[in-house]
Structures are given as C-alpha cells and as structure tokens.
C-alpha cells in the first residue's frame, strides 16, 4: 500500500495512498492513521444541472449545517474527493471553518489527474483532487463507482454512528444510496437538489411514483428522511444529530 502527502496550491497538506485490491479496510484505516471518530457522514451525489441559486443554498447548507455538526461531534466526513461538484462544495466549507474536520475523499485512481499521484490521468473526463480534504484514498480502478465498496466498507469499519446525505447525484449516487439503507444507515435526501434525489423524495412521498425496483427498494427501506434544501442549515445541523443520536 502506497503512502504519500500531497502538498496543494493553497498550502494544505494531506495524506493520499494508493489502495491495492486486496487490503482490508482496518489496513487502509491504520495507514491513513485517522483518528477514532465518534461519527461518520457519508455525502453522495452531484451537482449537475443546478443553478447558482441552488448551489449557493447547498453551499451554505454544507459550510454551517453538515461542516458545523461534523465539527462539534469530532465526525469524519466522507465523499468521492474531487474538485467538482458537491465534493467541491463540501471542501470549501471546510476551508472555511474555523475548527478541524477530518474530511476523506475516496476516488477511482485512473480518472485523478493530480501530476503528484504516480500514473496520473490524463484523460479529458479526469478531474482533479478538492484540495480541502485532509485524506484521500485512490483505488486501483479506471471507472466512476470503482470506489464505491471500498467507501462503504470504510464506513463500517469505524464501527461509529453513520448518516449518508444524498444531494442530486446519477446513477452511483442511487447505488450508494441503495448500499446504504441495506447496511441499516439512515440517509438523508436533499429534496429540490435535482436529479435521484428529486426522484427518490418523490417515491417516499408517494408510493405510486417509483419507476423502478432500485428506488421503490430505497423508498420503502423505512431509512429514508427528507430535507429540503431551501430549508435553513441550523435545521439540517439538528435532524442529522437526531439521526445520528438514534442509532
């Protein structure tokens, strides 16, 4: 397993490796060196076709909802790690917290395009590392969703309350979503963010919306929660400790 410290452009400094296919997830946890938690928030999704209005409501919602709780109960924060999107959303209000948040970033190695990580992308889909994140693990996979089993199982390895956030997001944001209701997690679904997450409120809301087996699975798992995301953050902040305080 492969240890290395990117230094970024903005002067923070995190711990990146190099996950072979067969590591175990408390072997990937003792190289990281992550301090014991005492909560885990998983951010799925995307933020593709928002306008700026919504993503400005996100982005207040991720700096004093998400950000503040994860700062008070010592919780890591846990998303793909790349500069786009929601994941870029959620660096930059971590940057702009005036506490520590531990915020992990797991990505498929071949699509980072960073020069620092050895056999870089250089592919036009890439996208580079969020440069807020402190930690970052790259698994060996040249697709989108290669990191989504390796993600989960961290998560349950901290064997810590756990709370998923689903925000907009595709089809690997539904796949996460299903895995995690299957593992008993709580997930909390951004009404208004677009995209499955619309889909996925709708279905909770009413049972003859599902269009198809995967959602009508999530819908009725009995794990599903709502927020909307013109809500205020200090609302968000509350349900997810609710959330978290339940299990």
Wanted: proline fraction near 3%; avoid cysteine.
């Amino acid at each position: 397993m492969k240890k290395n410290t990117i230094t970024f452009a903005n002067g923070n400094r995190a711990v990146a490796i190099t996950e072979p296919r067969d590591s175990s997830p408390e072997a990937i946890l003792n190289t990281l060196e992550i301090e014991s938690t005492r909560a885990v928030i998983l951010l799925f999704g995307g933020a593709a076709g928002l306008d700026d209005r919504r993503k400005n409501q996100l982005t207040t919602l991720f700096s004093d909802g998400v950000t503040a709780l994860a700062a008070e109960l010592g919780a890591l924060v846990i998303d793909g790690g790349t500069q786009s999107g929601v994941m870029a959303m959620m660096g930059e209000a971590v940057a702009r917290s005036r506490r520590t948040v531990q915020l992990l970033g797991i990505a498929p190695k071949g699509k980072i395009t960073n020069p620092e990580i050895a056999g870089a992308s250089k592919i036009s889909e890439g996208a580079p590392l969020e440069p807020n994140h402190s930690h970052f693990v790259l698994i060996e996979s040249d697709e989108w969703g290669g990191e989504t089993t390796t993600m989960l199982e961290l998560a349950r390895a901290f064997n810590s309350p756990t709370v998923a956030v689903l925000v907009n997001g595709g089809a690997i944001a539904a796949d996460e979503a299903l895995q995690s209701v299957r593992n008993g997690w709580p997930l909390l679904v951004i009404e208004g963010s677009g995209r499955f997450a619309d889909k996925l409120s709708a279905a909770v809301r009413d049972s003859q919306f599902a269009e198809s087996a995967e959602l009508n699975k999530i819908a009725r798992s009995g794990r599903v929660f709502l927020f909307h995301v013109e809500d205020a953050a200090e609302k968000l902040r509350e349900q997810l400790r609710q959330m978290l305080d339940e299990q």
